[in-house]
């Protein structure tokens, strides 16, 4: 068990977030800090799926928002228009996204940095025109209302306090995924890919494969996160999805750190508490982001989930010239 | 029906000269830095709704529209003397600022403007010429002539005068451009001070004919860079083309989809031109993929 821990690091960090969640749960007293929790936790996790994209594939997308509305609203009409049931429906959203950002992720393998930034927003700001305007499937600009409660072999999720714990449950298993995912074989792939394609490619690995598998899952855990969504508020419109969103969570991973699991879900901590502290004016907490984003940019590359490891860094390099 | 063809083709390159004057802004900045300015959306916004609050304080209409550029370009030498100067080399972490930099923009428009689109009333409101039955306002007049005189400045810029040259030598050639006296630091400020320029003026000519709202910026930003792209990020005077081009396949498609689909368009348009040919179509120079 504890090699388990001592081989794949990041389940720690999994570890210390779910007894986060387990304290959460025991403290809070109130449906709307269940409400507030939940999406919490479907940010912790979203936030983790695209750090996957940025910090282990080396790419960059800004259609991440798009393919969780992809999610939301799969599960939405599955389960609302056509009767099918929540476990299915979460399948089909995680399926749906990992297609559509197979799409986003094509550019990848022709384009890099900031043409491919642009063609992941361009997909991006379709998809959301899209939930505008096919209005018969999603609501239009109104939004999708009254979608039905999650409801497994017949339970129904209508108390938050519940939802709350089934959400956790369903982002925990896969967030202890994702860790063991990147520790794993190809994870280590991913990372010998990053550092340099042409010599990962010597060695037979399959740069293109490799991406797209990347955006496939990250899309696959988005989705299920939008699924997950749209039964916790019963109510999903396009704005929620739109690029800024996207450039926001795209904010709070390099805030976090471009490969850092704990960076990442302090980021969706921050940004969390920062929300629920400035209600009136959401939009704050986009300008802090905004803010730590062009700070971490331009001062600190790295993010602060890797504070730990520029300053170590640093000592080692005073130590060595000390000792020469 | 020919008419309203031409009607079309014309309210397009309208449409497109503004696509083509916010594109011109990122050639000038990739040139002269390889990067993208993703805020360059918002610079135009940004320089829309200070010349209606100008306006709004009883200054000439005229006046507001040049001021307003003015004021926003020098914020934004400040900001790239201050701040940016410190990533320019990295074209990265320079697209991760501006990034950053729209994000806040949005906000700051959200907070001083307010979330309802609004509009620039120009004294043009309402006059327009009539040339053999069409009918052409004096406000979209300017945004042609606006266009125009962008492209016809540039193309002296770039291929005539020493700055623009030296401009396109301290990203191509760095190390020989520092060895021969020149400052890339400089280059790239005045790149990204004349982007913005551009960016806010063409926000200024476009608020009269339609409303903007805060965040107006992202498409506004994204359809100025496929007008770019499609011309190809090298050759910046050529954007304006690549805006009026795209203008016109955008309003004539009105035609043949429901108009709410309009936008997806020139979005089309940017990723067929990203998987095609990246390095546009227009260009004439060198293959050069980032």
């Known amino acids: 068990m504890l090699g388990l821990f001592k081989k794949y690091k990041n389940l720690k960090i999994v570890l210390f977030f779910s007894l986060l969640l387990v304290f959460a749960g025991l403290f809070l007293n109130n449906e709307y800090?269940?409400?507030?929790?939940?999406?919490?936790?479907?940010n912790s996790l979203l936030i983790t799926s695209l750090m996957m994209v940025i910090g282990y594939a080396g790419q960059i997308s800004l259609a991440h928002g798009a393919i969780y509305?992809?999610?939301?609203?799969?599960?939405?009409?599955?389960?609302?228009?056509?009767?099918?049931?929540?476990?299915?429906?979460?399948?089909?959203?995680?399926?749906?996204?990992?297609?559509?950002?197979?799409?986003?992720?094509?550019?990848?393998?022709?384009?890099?940095?900031?043409?491919?930034?642009?063609?992941?927003?361009?997909?991006?700001?379709?998809?959301v025109i899209l939930f505008q305007e096919l209005d018969f499937l999603t609501g239009g600009v109104n939004g999708f209302v009254g979608i039905?409660?999650?409801?497994?072999?017949?339970?129904?999720?209508?108390?938050?306090?519940?939802?709350?714990?089934?959400?956790?449950?369903?982002?925990?298993?896969?967030?202890?995924?994702?860790?063991?995912?990147?520790?794993?074989?190809?994870?280590?792939?991913?990372?010998?890919?990053?550092?340099?394609?042409?010599?990962?490619?010597?060695?037979?690995?399959?740069p293109s494969f490799y991406k797209l598998m990347v955006f496939g899952l990250s899309g696959a855990v988005a989705g299920s996160c939008g699924s997950l969504y749209a039964h916790l508020d019963r109510f999903i419109s396009p704005s929620t999805f739109s690029v800024s969103f996207s450039v926001m969570m795209v904010a709070m991973v390099i805030v976090g750190g471009e490969s850092s699991f704990a960076g990442s879900l302090a980021a969706a901590l921050i940004f969390s508490l920062l929300n629920e502290y400035v209600r009136q004016f959401q939009e704050l907490s986009q300008f802090l982001f905004g803010l730590g984003l062009f700070l971490v940019a331009i001062y600190m590359k790295g993010g602060i989930g890797n504070i730990g490891k520029i300053f170590p860094a640093k000592l080692e390099r005073v130590k060595r010239s000390e000792a020469s | 029906m020919i008419e309203t063809l031409i009607q079309l083709l014309i309210?397009?390159?309208?449409?497109?000269?503004?696509?083509?004057?916010?594109?011109?802004?990122?050639?000038v900045v990739h040139t002269a830095t390889g990067a993208i300015n993703f805020a360059q959306?918002?610079?135009?916004?940004?320089?829309?709704?200070?010349?209606i609050s100008l306006t709004g304080a009883d200054l000439p209409h005229f006046f507001a529209v040049i001021i307003s550029p003015i004021v926003l370009t020098l914020f934004v030498v400040l900001l790239f003397r201050i701040f940016l100067t410190r990533v320019a080399d990295d074209a990265l972490y320079l697209v991760v600022a501006t990034i950053a930099l729209s994000l806040m923009l949005k906000t700051l428009?959200?907070?001083?403007?307010?979330?309802?689109?609004?509009?620039?009333?120009?004294?043009?409101?309402?006059?327009?010429?009539?040339?053999?039955?069409?009918?052409?306002?004096?406000?979209?007049?300017?945004?042609?002539?606006?266009?125009?005189?962008?492209?016809?400045?540039?193309?002296?810029?770039?291929?005539?005068?020493?700055?623009?040259?030296?401009?396109?030598?301290?990203?191509?050639?760095?190390?020989?451009?520092?060895?021969?006296?020149?400052?890339?630091?400089?280059?790239q400020g005045v790149a990204f001070a004349f982007g913005s320029l551009l960016?806010?003026?063409?926000?200024?000519?476009?608020?009269?004919?339609?409303?903007?709202?805060?965040?107006?910026?992202?498409?506004?930003?994204?359809?100025?860079?496929?007008?770019?792209?499609?011309?190809?990020?090298?050759?910046?005077?050529?954007?304006?083309?690549?805006?009026?081009?795209?203008?016109?396949?955008?309003?004539?498609?009105?035609?043949f989809v429901p108009s709410g689909f309009k936008d997806v368009v020139a979005l089309i348009v940017l990723l067929i031109v990203l998987t095609l040919k990246p390095e546009g179509f227009l260009s004439g120079g060198r293959k050069r993929l980032a």
């Open chain 2, 11 to 27: 309210s397009g390159a309208v449409l497109g000269s503004i696509y083509g004057l916010i594109g011109v802004g990122f050639s």
């Open chain 1, 148 to 206: 039905k409660p999650a409801e497994i072999f017949g339970y129904s999720f209508v108390n938050l306090t519940e939802y709350y714990a089934l959400v956790s449950v369903i982002a925990v298993s896969i967030l202890a995924f994702l860790a063991i995912f990147v520790d794993s074989k190809i994870g280590r792939a991913l990372r010998a890919i990053k550092s340099s394609e042409i010599a990962a490619s010597s060695l037979g690995l399959n």
């Open chain 2, 199 to 255: 960016g806010a003026f063409a926000g200024c000519l476009v608020a009269p004919v339609s409303m903007l709202s805060y965040n107006s910026g992202g498409l506004l930003g994204l359809k100025g860079f496929a007008s770019a792209i499609f011309a190809g990020l090298d050759r910046p005077e050529r954007a304006v083309f690549g805006g009026i081009i795209l203008g016109v396949i955008e309003s004539l498609v009105v035609l």
């Open chain 2, 109 to 187: 428009l959200l907070y001083f403007w307010g979330r309802e689109p609004i509009g620039l009333s120009s004294p043009f409101q309402g006059k327009t010429l009539n040339i053999a039955g069409l009918m052409l306002g004096y406000d979209q007049l300017l945004i042609i002539a606006g266009a125009l005189i962008a492209y016809i400045f540039l193309l002296f810029f770039f291929s005539k005068h020493p700055a623009g040259k030296a401009m396109k030598a301290v990203v191509e050639e760095k190390e020989i451009a520092m060895a021969s006296g020149l400052n890339p630091a400089l280059y």
């Open chain 2, 41 to 51: 959306g918002e610079f135009a916004v940004l320089g829309a709704f200070l010349a």
């Open chain 1, 69 to 127: 509305g992809i999610g939301a609203y799969t599960s939405a009409i599955l389960t609302t228009k056509l009767g099918a049931p929540f476990l299915l429906a979460l399948l089909a959203s995680a399926l749906a996204g990992f297609l559509v950002s197979l799409i986003v992720g094509a550019p990848s393998l022709k384009l890099r940095g900031h043409y491919l930034a642009m063609a992941t927003l361009g997909v991006g700001e379709i998809i």
């Open chain 1, 33 to 42: 800090y269940f409400a507030t929790a939940s999406i919490f936790v479907i």
